[in-house]
């Protein structure tokens, strides 16, 4: 029978007889459907940009079961008679939008709108699933999701614009348990009028979307009723097998054809995610067909599970409740090994990948597994195929094993039961020895540190306890009887027990003295290898797990705590120890734990206020309508560069880029592999057209290299591109690339700023763009009575991390033309480039953007060398060529914010006041201008927010062989806030004054403000800042927060929280921008602007603008004339001097010249609409335009706007007041809280300010708590993927996040009243970072000696990023072990003197060792 893959994308079916097995399920959606919802974001499954709802078919069951899984990573072959849904199939423009699109248009959840089909498919998955729930039927219009789960079911999806908040609240608004009153603005009722009910909501119906077609049911049914058994599923034969046996499965594997093959075996596929393949394979066996891989029993002795089964299907097989399992020491160790299997991964990878494919993944590969470690403590036996051998090995020696060669198969895994008796059912080597006892009980809990709670991040390291206790009734001390300590994930080959503290404390009464010895014997154990990053912090995890695990057992502890005051939450801290019946010791560790991890819980769910002050005075200006195409945007319709189909004869193209930074290239070959076969053409240098220059960027400041000559200067520079037939094949090809290199007659690379500054590798700054100081430094530093000199501060690079990566696509044209379409930020520059490259006149170039998916500055100058190579091989190879970069290349050769380095000397009185700053600034600039020499205006700029009294400063921009630097949003700007801010902190630490005074103590007066911003300060009312700093203050309830915090953190040990209220001034520059105004004969109205929509709503604020300035002649309304406009995509040809898309006033800037445009058309219509009306009466417009063109009037116009120079520069304000909670014991900070109060004028639409003000926040975050930008020796970007940088998530945003737009009246200066909002905000992110030092500050003063003169409790600088490891650091990586050394001490004080009561201050004697 012939074979063929069958399935269905929504709706339609696919018949395939031919298919190369290693495309994926993404691969064939986006290059062989119409589809283009899925979206490419990463290729490793940590973004959700692809994820797609897969459904299956059971005929006997005749039951239908669907999970989003990413399509990025799921092979095509496997979804063989499987049904796929993807954001077009919910809804779309044809057949209507679903009722999730509608919400996100509504809720305002999508920006740039990348994520946003993926985010629809997550949050559809979750609805379904929870719909099919047996729990009652929730109220009409809900579904049966809780909110819970609905915040939840996008943890795994990235977002890189909205900051998720209104993202939450299109799923929250789903789950009947939601009060509709506090979901965020939106358009479905007026907040706080208390209309809010579900009936204004698109309505939510389970049945209405059909995730398995019929007719696809019936061919699944003849298949089973033709043959016995699922065989005949997948293909191509040759290539993709698909064993129903494991004795088939051999014969496969030892047939000819196999043994000189590059074969793999794949379950999920998921694997590739993690480990890339750079090759091709020749065959693949899909293990899923095999019924005994698959196989779930569950009886007395345990669950066995098949190696295939899902890690989502293993949660929920252990999360049910069995009747003979009444037990619960029997259902705790289940139940924890499911709530620890939910935080790996996302549901969207826990769908696809398989227990064994993880820990194969484990044994073969060093995996940092967390199924391994927690399956290791629960004492887990596996079953393994080894050609016709069978083995059961307990999972600790299958770990230990050499690693697996690629025919020995994992068949089962079998989790046995606890009974209270200890008795593990397996009874295989590894478990407990024990003598059970009856009086004895389980105790079983697992531990995770990782950069993000739920969202997709593998753990810095992860641990499983199991412990067998029992109580001595007569002296109420808890001893152990048997222990298993796991840990994994910390730099270990693969997870371990602990086996020399497990054999020390077995027998053992659990008292202070054995922790403490317990804990240094596991310190020694838990050494990860060399070279893990940040080393030290995990082994002190694995002792501060184990504290965790212990310390409300130990009892001296628990009556410690007991004496201790309770909590501010209220909850007084647990004040009784079991001493009568051993199950109260695992009831009140029970309690004792959940009760902290409640407080920790990273699922808290979000609460959030928006309060904005709307204008009516220029309608439809100043309304909250939803942003423009948003819709098409959700369902995946909206066309993004990749989504352009490919013209007839495309090629595509990936870079070959260098990885070392200073070397000449002495040649470039190509391994001899499957994928460099896939070569069609190398273009590099040698390929420029005679007339052509080797050019890739250009800026005002000068140009740069397309590709390297003879000498590379950078690692990460472009070498040449290779171009395949296929996107992936040109990708896997570059990585076959194999550069020679010599460093022969070359001094070493500047890979420093240290180094620059020694060899005084300096870009010049040209005077007109250099700042100016302020005030006599030498009379400031007089007037001090306090001085603090040199002082240093450190600032990182962060990556943009747009969910669309670089990407263009050229097409040859007619007479040496060439269109490219980029994905910029500024289609000029790019059209001067690639002519200059191609050696051809700018009207040969045309270049198009309709859309960007996210672009925070990276997609300026650092996305033209990649619309100049695209062109350069389009032009050579006389075929359209496009390139999307993958993720690794884009994070590599992209560069990102400026790293710096700073110090500082700063003078001051004894009450707070700053009299004298001086600052030199070290910018790390990379390898070439780029826009760097504007850097050291940004910086000033934003450290001018105080009053310094005189201010000087020397800026440097420094040139080292590392990939350029480049403009992010707010560059420069959060760094010179985050420096002015650092020297605040300094300030109060060293006065001991609370920082908000000493901040409130130098805010400007207007005359100051003048004095430090001339020409952009504005008139005394228009400094609204103290006005804005005082409302957060009280609204905020700072004074009252303050003190319940001091509170808090006096009754707690191990979790300390901080407060932090920040002000902000930040500078525009508005600059000439075109725009253009056409009236089409329909009446339909179209509208070129110089901006690209970028996701900033841009689109939405001129559309509104032109309905605004045209309403001067409608009759018929402005509602009427929003809907007739289209903006149109930025076309170099069509609309001349475009600019660039940046600085955050480019939308203000676009619709004043569209104001003006169509003032001029209103200027032309004026006196025919006049007439007409004198012989008409009213006038409609579509009367007044087709009149007009009987009578010839123009009815296209543009201007070219140039602001007035007195109004071109202005100054933003804004404020925000943050509240964090440390866990002192893993480094890991909650932003429990940010209040954050705006002016932005009047602004153009509330709810697009409101995005950009919150998306900007949260990117602050990012830059401040968790986006580590790490180089290796020779400069390299090793943080080069969702693996290793870590952007925020829903799960680490402010618990409870309220802002507030202030309408601050009218600004006579500002386009219509209104301010810009897009960059400011993300400076006060640093509220979180400063928040967390106070944290950190309040656990130094509790751990740390006050006389050690080398680690002062109170100043001390936190490095940005805050990471876990950086906090915990600080907060004492010993500071478990210190504290019970003085618990002992102090005790054995007591003993002595017989009359010791604890006290917290005998505590705090404790040294950082
Ligand atoms: C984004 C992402 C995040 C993740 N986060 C975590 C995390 O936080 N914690 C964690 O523990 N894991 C994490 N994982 C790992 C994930 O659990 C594994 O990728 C998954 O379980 C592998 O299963 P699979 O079925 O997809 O395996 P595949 O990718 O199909 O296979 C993986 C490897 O195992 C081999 N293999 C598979 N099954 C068998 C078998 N039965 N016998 C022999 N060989 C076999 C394959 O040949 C292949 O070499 C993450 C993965 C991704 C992609
Ligand atoms: S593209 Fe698939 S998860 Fe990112
Ligand atoms: S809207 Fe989410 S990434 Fe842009």
């Given at each position: 029978m012939e074979r063929k893959l069958v399935f269905a994308v929504n709706g339609e079916r696919f018949e395939l007889a031919k298919v190369d097995p290693s495309t994926t399920l993404l691969e064939f959606l986006r290059t062989r459907t119409r589809f283009t919802g899925p979206k490419l974001g990463c290729g490793e499954g940590g973004c959700g940009a692809c994820v797609v709802v897969l459904s299956t078919y059971d005929p006997v069951s005749d039951q239908v079961k669907e999970f989003s899984v990413s399509s990025c990573l799921t092979l095509l072959c496997s979804i063989n008679f499987c049904s796929v849904i993807t954001s077009e199939g919910l809804g779309n423009t044809k057949d209507g939008f679903h009722p999730i699109h509608q919400r996100f248009a509504g809720f305002h959840a999508s920006q740039c709108g990348f994520c946003t089909p993926g985010m629809c498919m997550s949050l559809f998955s979750a609805l379904v699933n929870a719909d099919k729930t047996s729990r009652p039927e929730p109220p009409c219009g809900f579904s049966k999701i809780t909110k819970f789960e609905a915040e939840k079911a996008i943890a795994g999806n990235l977002c890189r614009?909205?900051?998720y908040r209104p993202i939450a609240d299109v799923c929250k608004s789903f789950a009947a348990d939601v009060d509709l009153e506090d979901l965020g603005l939106n358009t479905f009722w007026k907040k706080g009028a208390k209309d809010a009910n579900v009936g204004r909501l698109p309505c939510h119906d389970p049945g209405k979307i059909c995730t398995f077609p019929e007719f696809l049911k019936s061919e699944i049914k003849c298949s089973v009723d033709i043959l016995d058994n699922s065989k005949n599923t997948g293909l191509p034969e040759s290539q993709w097998y698909r064993p129903s046996s494991i004795r088939e499965l051999y014969e496969l594997l030892n047939s000819d054809s196999f043994s000189k093959s590059r074969v793999k075996l794949v379950v999920g596929n998921t694997g590739s995610g993690v480990y890339k393949e750079n090759d091709l394979y020749d065959k693949y066996i899909d293990l899923k067909g095999i019924p005994e891989l698959s196989v779930i029993r569950r009886d007395s002795k345990g669950i066995l599970f098949g190696a295939a089964v899902t890690i989502s299907r293993a949660i929920e097989v252990l999360k049910e409740r069995k009747e003979s399992e009444l037990d619960s020491n029997k259902r705790l160790v289940f139940s924890k090994i499911a709530d620890h299997m939910d935080q790996v991964a996302s549901p969207f990878i826990r769908n696809m990948a398989s227990l064994g494919g993880n820990l194969i993944m484990a044994q073969r590969s060093q995996f940092a597994s967390d199924v391994a470690t927690i399956l290791l403590a629960s004492g887990s036996t596996v079953c393994l195929q080894m050609a016709s051998e069978r083995l059961v090995l307990s999972l600790e020696s299958f770990l230990e094993r050499p690693p697996c060669d690629?025919?020995?198969?994992?068949v089962s895994i079998h989790i046995p039961s606890w009974s209270s008796a200890m008795e593990s059912s397996s009874g295989i080597d590894g478990c407990i020895a024990s003598e059970p006892t009856r009086e004895a009980n389980i105790l079983f809990r697992t531990y995770r540190a990782a950069p993000?709670?739920?969202?997709?991040a593998v753990a810095y390291l992860n641990s499983a306890f199991l412990a067998h206790v029992t109580l001595d009734k007569i002296s109420g001390d808890l001893i152990i009887l048997d222990l298993h300590l796991a840990f994994g994930a910390y730099g270990t080959e693969h997870a371990i027990r602990a086996r020399k503290v497990e054999k020390f404390l077995v027998g053992k009464v659990m008292t202070v003295s054995v922790l403490l010895e317990a804990l240094k014997l596991l310190k020694e154990t838990i050494i990860p290898k060399k070279g893990t990053p940040h080393s030290r912090y995990r082994s002190s995890l694995a002792v501060a797990f184990l504290f965790k695990f212990f310390q409300p057992l130990v009892k001296d502890l628990v009556v410690l705590e007991k004496n201790g005051p309770a909590d501010s939450s209220g909850v007084a801290a647990i004040t009784e120890y079991p001493n009568s019946d051993i199950n109260e010791c695992a009831d009140i560790l029970s309690h004792r734990v959940s009760h902290s991890e409640q407080l920790n819980n990273p699922n808290v769910i979000l609460s959030s206020k928006q309060l904005v002050e709307f204008s009516n005075d220029y309608h439809p200006v100043g309304e909250p309508i939803k942003k423009a195409g948003v819709e098409i945007q959700a369902s995946g319709e909206a066309i993004y560069v990749d989504d352009i189909p490919s013209p007839k004869d495309c090629l595509s193209g990936a870079f070959v880029y260098s990885t070392t930074p200073l070397a000449w290239i002495k040649g470039i070959m190509f391994n001899s592999t499957l994928a460099s076969q896939k070569v069609i053409a190398y273009i590099s240098v040698n390929d420029l057209p005679k007339e052509g220059k080797n050019i890739g960027g250009s800026t005002i400041f000068g140009t740069e290299p397309l590709f390297a000559d003879?000498?590379?200067?950078?690692?990460?520079?472009?070498?040449g591109i290779v171009v395949a037939e296929t996107q992936r094949h040109a990708n896997m090809a570059a990585r076959q690339a194999n550069v020679q290199y010599s460093t022969e007659n070359l001094e070493p690379p500047i890979l420093s700023i240290e180094e620059a500054v020694r060899r005084r590798s300096f870009f010049d700054v040209p005077p007109v763009v250099y700042p100016q100081k302020v005030g006599d430094l030498s009379k400031g530093m007089a007037e001090a009575e306090h001085k603090i000199l040199s002082a240093e501060v450190k600032l990182g690079s962060q990556y943009y991390f747009y969910m669309e990566t670089q990407t263009a696509l050229a097409i040859p044209d007619e007479d040496n033309c060439i269109v490219v379409y980029s994905s910029s930020q500024c289609p000029e520059t790019a059209q001067g480039v690639i002519s200059q490259c191609l050696g051809i006149p700018n009207h040969n170039v045309r270049v198009i953007t309709r859309r960007v998916g996210g672009g925070f500055g990276g997609k300026a100058v650092r996305a033209i060398p990649v619309a100049t190579a695209c062109a350069l091989a389009a032009f050579k190879l006389r075929r359209p060529v496009r390139m999307y970069l993958d993720r690794k290349t884009d994070m590599i050769m992209t560069g990102g914010r400026h790293p710096m380095k700073i110090n500082y000397s700063v003078g001051f009185r004894s009450d707070g006041k700053i009299t004298a700053l001086h600052v030199d600034i070290f910018i790390n600039a990379g390898i070439t201008e780029d826009i760097s020499p504007f850097m050291p205006s940004t910086i000033i700029g934003a450290l001018k927010k105080y009053n310094w009294g005189a201010f000087s400063f020397d800026a440097k921009v420094c040139k080292t062989n590392l990939p350029t630097k480049s403009a992010m949003r707010a560059p420069g700007e959060v760094q010179g806030s985050f420096i002015a801010e650092a020297v605040i902190e300094h300030v109060s630490s060293f006065l001991s004054m609370d920082a908000t005074s000493v901040r409130k103590k130098n805010l400007h007066t207007h005359e100051s403000l003048i004095l430090f911003y001339e020409g952009s300060a504005g008139d005394a009312p228009e400094y609204t800042l103290p006005a804005v700093v005082d409302e957060v203050a009280s609204s905020a309830s700072y004074l009252d927060r303050l003190a319940i915090i001091r509170h808090f953190n006096s009754c707690n040990k191990w979790r300390k929280r901080g407060i932090s209220l920040m002000p902000l001034v930040y500078q525009v520059t508005l600059r000439p921008t075109p725009g253009k105004v056409s009236i089409l004969s329909d009446g339909s109205i179209v509208v070129e602007v110089g901006g690209v929509e970028i996701g900033q709503g841009l689109w939405t604020k001129v559309k509104q603008m032109t309905a605004y300035a045209l309403g001067q002649l409608s009759v018929d309304g402005t509602k009427n004339l929003l809907d007739k406009v289209r903006v149109i995509q930025a076309d170099t040809l069509s609309m001349v001097q475009g600019g660039w898309t940046a600085g955050s006033t480019t939308s203000e800037s676009s619709c004043e010249a569209v104001r003006l445009s169509c003032n001029i058309l209103v200027s032309r219509l004026k006196s025919l609409k006049q007439s007409l009306e004198e012989k008409m009466g009213t006038v409609s417009w579509d009367t007044l335009i087709s009149q007009a063109n009987m009578q010839a009037v123009n009815l296209s116009a543009s201007t070219y706007w140039v602001p007035d120079g007195s109004s071109a520069e202005y100054l933003n304000y804004g404020s925000a007041l943050s509240e964090v909670e440390v866990d002192i014991l893993t480094g890991g900070t909650t932003i429990l809280r940010t209040d954050l109060i705006y002016d932005c004028g009047q602004s153009l639409n509330p709810a697009v300010d409101l995005g950009q003000i919150e998306g900007s926040f949260v990117q602050g975050i990012g830059f401040f708590m968790y986006e580590e930008h790490v180089e290796n020796s020779d400069g390299l970007v090793v943080s080069d993927g969702t693996w290793t940088y870590k952007i925020p998530t829903v799960d680490t945003i402010p618990k409870q996040f309220n802002v507030k737009l202030m309408k601050s009246g009218h600004h006579e200066k500002r386009v219509l009243s209104s301010k810009a909002s897009g960059e400011p905000p993300l400076l006060l992110a640093a509220s979180v970072h400063c928040a967390t030092r106070e944290a950190i500050r309040a656990a130094r003063v509790e751990f740390f000696s006050t006389n050690d003169p080398n680690s002062s409790p109170t100043t001390f600088q936190l490095d940005v990023p805050a990471t876990m490891p950086v906090v915990k650091e600080l907060c004492g990586l010993n500071n478990v072990e210190k504290y019970l050394e003085a618990f002992l001490c102090a005790h054995q004080k007591m003993e002595a003197n017989q009359v010791w009561a604890p006290r917290e201050d005998n505590l705090a004697d404790t040294k950082e060792g």
């Open positions: 614009c909205t900051g690629d025919r020995t198969i994992l993000r709670p739920l969202g997709n003879s000498l590379t200067v950078c690692a990460g520079q472009p070498l």
